[in-house]
């Protein structure tokens, strides 16, 4: 895939790969017997990677929301959200290291995407967990406006 198309369509990329790869898979399957020797792997691993965190969510539904405590657009910092959550209910609930990292989903722009974004406070600081978000693509847009709006 060209890095154009994954950056600027990501949800057209996504939905198509999602769409296709599994009548690729079945296609392959009813035409040669042998492929499932190759693709059972792949298919093994992605699901190994996958399922454990979308069972533990659909099993303890409460457990990994962070509260939080505000969102607002930074003024005069090219188009960046400031994000603080309670340290106490995020998932680094402890001490966390440098360049750790999150990932966020907003039920309210999309139920299903979780992006990664790296911590931007100190462990020592205080009961807050601060993450710097610049608005790049549709989702963190969103996220701006979101803030904007209050």
Same mark, same amino acid.
């Given at each position: 895939?060209?890095?154009?198309?994954?950056?600027?369509?990501?949800?057209?990329?996504?939905?198509?790969?999602?769409?296709?790869?599994?009548?690729?898979?079945?296609?392959?399957?009813?035409?040669?017997?042998?492929?499932?020797?190759?693709?059972?792997?792949?298919?093994?691993?992605?699901?190994?990677?996958?399922?454990?965190?979308?069972?533990?969510?659909?099993?303890?539904?409460?457990?990994?929301?962070?509260?939080?405590?505000?969102?607002?657009?930074?003024?005069?910092?090219?188009?960046?959200?400031?994000?603080?959550?309670?340290?106490?209910?995020? #998932?680094?609930?402890? /001490?966390? *290291? &440098?360049? +750790?990292?999150?990932? =966020?989903?907003?039920?309210?722009?999309?139920?299903?995407? !979780?992006? #990664?974004?790296?911590? /931007?406070? *100190? &462990?020592? +600081?205080?009961?807050? =967990?601060?993450?710097?978000?610049?608005?790049?693509?549709? !989702?963190?847009?969103?996220?701006?406006?979101?803030?904007?709006?209050?």
């Amino acid at each position: 895939s060209l890095p154009l198309v994954r950056r600027r369509y990501y949800r057209l990329f996504y939905t198509a790969h999602m769409v296709f790869a599994p009548l690729i898979l079945i296609t392959s399957c009813l035409h040669w017997d042998r492929i499932v020797f190759w693709v059972a792997p792949s298919v093994a691993l992605y699901l190994a990677y996958k399922l454990p965190p979308k069972i533990a969510r659909w099993m303890y539904p409460s457990e990994g929301h962070a509260l939080v405590l505000r969102g607002e657009a930074l003024p005069d910092s090219g188009d960046c959200v400031l994000v603080e959550l309670q340290r106490s209910s995020c #998932p680094v609930a402890g /001490a966390y *290291s &440098p360049g +750790q990292w999150l990932l =966020v989903c907003h039920p309210a722009i999309s139920e299903f995407e !979780w992006h #990664p974004f790296s911590i /931007a406070s *100190s &462990p020592s +600081q205080d009961d807050r =967990v601060r993450l710097v978000i610049r608005a790049a693509g549709a !989702w963190t847009r969103a996220l701006r406006e979101m803030a904007l709006r209050g």
